[in-house]
């Protein structure tokens, strides 16, 4: 029978696990290699933000939704230099954001967000610094969503008459 | 080079009347039998595969379709350990990145289309992943983590772990997973 390698045995042992409940799936799968490397520098950048939600990635875009005490906003961060960008227009401070995409040339960033009571769909581009609303047809409350990697496609799921649907959208 | 952006984007805004009412709609269309629900929208880069989650046998379970025929892709690995939540793909729809349960626990993992590997990513025993999100390239992956009652983004770079999977003509390799399905 295989043994385990005795330094895979003590990392499973600190992730706080029985190593052969961790173990086994690693091995079944055979395929697993190396772990993943979180990368460090953009860790702490993250963490500086402060709590974060709904990852958004387009290689070298990060969109997501952070803030610090129970005030959020959609922060854009470009990955080559792992800094925020300004995002000028788009965050107010009684939109509470719920999702975000953004496509790969970090261009178009699609919103959604609760503001006076309502849940909306936004379209905002970085170059115009503006905001355009994306009507739901038939209506609907949009809640989780996904752009294509040129932002001319949208993909939004909408709960209307009481069942979740997905609706494809055009982007001009 | 930001003011030509800027016009070109003053036109399209023109030219599209600066109405939603104009955009082109569709739905996604059915999600298989007796599937009402359709949750959790992914578009691969070039959007020609939309993932998505459906409840089938009573177990919400990812659904990988062709775009726009409808047509179902394979999928060899997440026939299986639901619930599947938050799908996401690469450019081409080779690699498929989604969340799992396997016990008592909630993973996340990416199904190679083109090999039929799966990648997992376990976490420390006092964390949770709620949320994922893979780049296009397939180069890095972003998993949103419960730690201490906290919600925090973490990006892993995936450069040394998959090969890229890249729009087409900027292939390096086994990009285009045409010996999956499509």
Known sequence: ?172 | MRSVAVTSALIALLCSGCGSWSWGRRSAGPAGLGASNRQDPALSGDGRVLASVVERGGRDTLLLQEQPSGRELPLRHLRRFQPHRSPSLSWNGRYVAVLIQQGSRRLAVIEDRVNGNLLRFPLPGDQEVERLSLAPSGRRLALEVVHNGINRVQVFDLANQLEPDLPAGMLSGGGAPAAAGR
């Not at chain 1, 600190?14 to 190593?19: C, E, I, K, Q, T």
């Not at chain 1, 772990?35 to 290689?59: F, K, N, Q, T």
């Open chain 1, 1 to 172: 029978m295989a043994m385990a390698p005795p330094g895979l045995v003590r990392w499973a042992r600190n992730l706080g696990a029985r190593p052969l409940a961790v173990l086994a799936p690693l091995l079944l799968s055979g395929c697993s290699g190396t772990l993943p490397v979180p990368m460090g520098g953009l860790d702490r950048r993250l963490e500086a933000i402060g709590s974060s939600h709904a990852p958004a990635l387009s290689d070298r875009w990060l969109a997501l939704i952070g803030g610090r005490g129970g005030r959020e906003q959609v922060v854009l961060v470009d990955l080559d230099r792992q800094m925020p960008v300004p995002l000028p227009g788009l965050n107010r401070p009684d939109a509470q954001p719920l999702a975000v995409a953004v496509d790969a040339a970090g261009e178009r960033l699609v919103v959604v967000r609760q503001l006076e009571g309502r849940t909306e769909l936004v379209l905002y581009r970085r170059a115009l610094m503006a905001l355009e609303p994306i009507a739901m047809q038939p209506a609907g409350v949009p809640r989780r969503i996904s752009l294509r990697a040129d932002g001319r496609e949208l993909a939004v799921e909408v709960s209307r008459g009481g069942a979740w649907q997905v609706d494809l959208i055009e982007v001009p």
